[in-house]
């Protein structure tokens, strides 16, 4: 059996995941929807400041993690992560 949101609060959840994946067509799209299933400007900003903390953590956290491994004294690296970096050069 598929569980099923009531619409106001799936329009609650596309509007999370549109500011996540920033899709703007997405949030624009989602933010008229959320208004015409009732929500109102203050849900849907409540919604939108849910998101953007969600999104702003690892930003915070790999900038932090630069921070302290940039810091002078200690060059110690901690071994990469077993899938490697994605942006590395070949060869």
């Keep these: 059996m598929e569980a099923v949101l009531a619409r106001d609060r799936e329009e609650l959840v ?3 995941a549109a500011v996540a994946a920033n899709c703007e067509p997405c ?3 989602h933010l008229r929807k959320g208004r015409e299933a009732g929500l109102t400007d203050d849900q849907l900003r409540a919604a ?3 998101a953007r903390r969600v999104k702003e953590t690892p930003a915070r956290l790999i900038l ?3 921070d302290r491994l940039l810091t002078p004294g200690d060059r110690t690296f901690p071994e990469p992560a077993r899938a490697g ?4 050069r070949a060869g």
Excluded at 85 to 88: F, K
């Design 85 to 88: 970096c994605r942006g590395e």
């Design 14 to 16: 596309a509007t999370r």
């Design 64 to 66: 932090q993690m630069a």
């Design 48 to 50: 939108v400041a849910v």
């Design 27 to 29: 949030l624009e799209y």
